[in-house]
């Protein structure tokens, strides 16, 4: 574990970077705004166009700010799983949590072509969507934390997880097929993932859910770090596993499943960022992982949206296909110029 005095300068080049990123994303989409008045509208000054000004604060900067919660999340997410298992290919959804948020959003939204009748939801929008989801992954989430208080093995914990998984995505498969074209589509849109569609009161029930977790996290540090050496290891320095393993639980599900009901399930992300942070950083000590990891993932998701978004097209890309398509090959070309993986 590396001296954590070594680590303020590439946490100050992180910073810059995501600032750098965040103007970015903010100046750029399909409306023109002259970057001089992109910077002025953040300082508070009056714009010449008073239509770029609502352009910015109601849309732009809600998107901007979901796209770093966004990413911030399942980037923590990812490295707690992948320590809890001790399992670089872990990921935020290995518990099932997406596919349960996924259920609750296939549920609302064709739901009714199965279930007419008895299931006739109102309107399908955005907060009905996000409320679907979230119910359906705490309820995943509480079935878990109900297995993993009854078993002792965590690899044990890991497949059963999986299997949560697999029983929600038949569900969603089933309602798939029976559903009409219209509302398949509309699933499929949700299933791409966006981080434009917040208003600032959704971002901030995101933003007390994500710091929540975050929260949970950092009490945590000891635990995730006495983790990596082995639970007999972990055992002998006094820390109760199953109380451990529940918070680091509960974390994730707080993290993954608040980002899937409200921006949809995004991948990659959290797969990838702890392998890039670790390889950056070279240190597998959570007080640097876990700020690193938060920034990197803030970055990375700034970036994917800033290419989905297509500048000056009205046109917007699914960010699902963006993250893996731009992530990929860098954690891949990083595995291959290290020749091994940090963990």
Partial sequence: MGNQQTYHLPFLLLFGALTICFGLNVSLGSVTIPFSETINALLGGELENQSWKYIIWNYRIPKAFTAILVGSGLALSGLLMQTLFRNPLAGPFVLG????ASLGAALLIMGSSLFSGIMAFG????ISLAVASSIGSFLVLLAVIVV????????????IGLMF????????SVLSYFTNAEKLQQFIYWSFGSVGNLSWAQLSILLGIILIGIIISVLSIKALNAFLLGENYARSLGIDLKKSRLFIIIATGLLAGGVTAFAGPIAFIGLAVPHLTRQIFNTTDHKILMPAVLMYGAILMLLCDTVAQLPNSASVLPINA???IL???VVIWLLVRKQRMVF
Avoid: E, Q, Y
């Avoid at 949590?97 to 349960?100: A, D, E, F, Q, V």
């Avoid at 998984?165 to 969603?172: E, K, L, N, P």
């Fill in 322 to 324: 963006i993250t893996s």
């Fill in 148 to 159: 993993a208080a009854k078993i002792k093995d965590t690899m044990a914990l890991l497949i």
């Fill in 165 to 172: 998984g697999s029983i929600t995505a038949a569900i969603v």
């Fill in 97 to 100: 949590i997406s596919s349960g």
């Fill in 123 to 126: 309107l399908v929008n955005d």
């Fill in 327 to 329: 992530g990929a090959p």
